[in-house]
């Protein structure tokens, strides 16, 4: 049982490079979620799905892009890498008003 | 706005203590309160939820303690150990819909034999 699959789980990227980080779910979850986790500040909210088809703006989205590909995935794209953005990524997945699925991070730093 | 406020941001128990983190929130529409326990290197993990309709809940040396009125509730650490050291988030979210959970900075805990 995989539950909530990250790939890749390191990547150093250069400025102004573009880069798609990947997530994948088999828990049958409708509700998708991508944080960003910076020391001291907690997790902060990117982007959401609520579902398959929908995608909605967290408390930092300047800078990302995402795409619900299906209801098993939800990928979090970066088009012009920049060092604000070096940090770990966490993909999460819920059923709807449930608890989270944590997937491992992926660290990402920018230089 | 800081919508879930936790603190301490780190606090240091004895072996065998007890470890107590806090949270405060401000909507009166949440109605789910989950801690989630992280470990370095990993995602973070469900570890014990709760809702309002109790004060208090208990899964092994775990206990959530919840008041309502002070929307206030907060993870007691019975017979803390080393293996417990990890850092530790409370959230809150409305049961119904989709509204993401909105997180507490954390708590880095440390066990110290």
């Known amino acids: 049982n995989a539950g909530v699959t990250q790939t890749p789980k390191f990547q150093v990227l250069k400025t102004g490079q573009s880069m798609t980080l990947q997530c994948a779910q088999d828990?049958?979850?409708?509700?998708m979620y991508w944080y960003r986790q910076d020391p001291g500040m907690g997790l902060r909210l990117i982007y959401y799905s609520a579902s398959e088809g929908t995608t909605d703006k967290g408390e930092v989205p300047n800078g990302y892009n995402v795409s619900r590909l299906n209801k098993r995935e939800f990928s979090l794209r970066l088009e012009s890498a920049a060092p604000s953005q070096t940090s770990v990524y966490f993909c999460a997945s819920s059923l709807q008003g449930g608890g989270y699925t944590f997937g491992s991070g992926t660290r990402l730093t920018v230089v | 706005q800081q919508q879930v406020k936790q603190s301490p941001q780190s606090l240091i128990v004895q072996k065998g203590g007890i470890s107590i983190i806090n949270c405060a929130y401000e909507n009166t529409a949440f109605d789910y309160f989950p801690w989630y326990q992280q470990f370095p290197g990993k995602g973070p993990a469900l570890l014990i939820a709760?809702?309002?309709?109790?004060s208090e809940k208990k899964e092994g040396r775990f206990t959530i303690s919840f008041n309502k009125s002070a929307k206030q509730f907060s993870l007691h650490i019975m017979d803390s150990q080393p293996g417990d050291s990890a850092t530790y988030f409370c959230a809150a979210r409305r049961h119904s819909g989709n509204t993401p959970l909105v997180f507490g900075k954390g708590t880095r805990l440390s066990v110290i034999a």
């Open positions: 709760i809702r309002p309709d109790v």
């Open positions: 828990m049958n979850h409708n509700s």
